[in-house]
């Protein structure tokens, strides 16, 4: 069994800066996660707020923060589904789902971020992955000239429906509310002659026999029900905390999202948490990798409090 100062389950902003961090501060570190580095940045287009890069494609800013992670000897990256950690006591150990593959470390990071939410109505499990995508930098090209259907108002939505329209034939939205993005953003979508949108909106099922035919939803102001066809849907619905492994921990809030003090401390000790995984106010790549090193630091203090 692999032994380690500190263990961060998670490799997005957050995690990897906590590597980052953890290893300048002579820890030997293992950065745990069950798909590519990057977490939701990767799926974005492009990000414009994030200091001294300008705007910079989420991918390639996630391959940029991955490689630094590299320039460390002692930062190792594996891959692995965290099923259980057992936080109590000295020695820490998180346990994965792959051949019951074991770490122990002196300290945690969580940094597990979000995924998306979904809609639980008639058709979206049937037409997951083969007709309704949530990553339209990853999926949009195979809708070149189709029609699509985005459901949601928000950023996300509002970016991704920007990018998808310079390739597909129409854009419908499909929204509960209205537009609430940023309004620079909101009015060039709105402008659009290819775009339709309707606002105040449920949906009630997405339709069709062998594949994704349509989406079918009812206004909540008048009842009026609509169809729109389309070959594909995105959903931009908002985002829910990766926090399912931990909820026998007594870490989590009612929301799910992971408790933490203003320097990354949950309440167990030597277990700290970062990124969009944690209660706060702002989800922002800045403010995870902000989160990041703050865990680092406090549970390298830790680890050398704890070998004197």
Known sequence: MAQYDVIIVGAGPA????????????????????????????????????PGVGTINGAELAYQMFEHTQQFESITFDYGTVKEIQADGAEKKVVCEEDGKEFTAKAIILATGTEHRCLHVPGEDKFKGRGISWCAICDGAQYRDKD?????????AVEES???????????????FDLTADPIACDKLR???????????????????????????????????????????????????TTEYLKDTGLLNKFGYIEVDEKMHTHKEGVYAAGDCVTKNLRQVITACADGAIAAQEAAHYVQNLEG
Do not use: W
Request: glycine share 10%; net charge negative.
């Open 148 to 156: 699509v259907v985005v459901i949601g108002g928000g950023n996300s």
């Open 162 to 176: 920007i990018y998808l329209s310079d390739m597909v034939k129409s854009l419908t939205i499909v929204t509960m």
């Open 191 to 241: 402008a659009m002659d290819k775009v339709t949108i309707y606002p105040y909106q449920d949906v009630l099922e997405f339709e069709g026999d062998d594949k994704l035919t349509g989406v079918h939803f009812k206004s909540t102001k008048t009842g009026e029900e609509n169809h729109v066809a389309c070959d594909g849907v995105f959903e931009y619905i908002g985002l829910i905390p």
């Open 15 to 50: 995690g990897m800066t906590a590597a980052i961090y953890a290893a300048r501060a002579d820890m030997k570190v293992l950065m745990l996660d069950k798909l590519a580095p990057g977490g939701q940045i990767i799926n974005t287009n492009e990000i414009q707020n994030y």
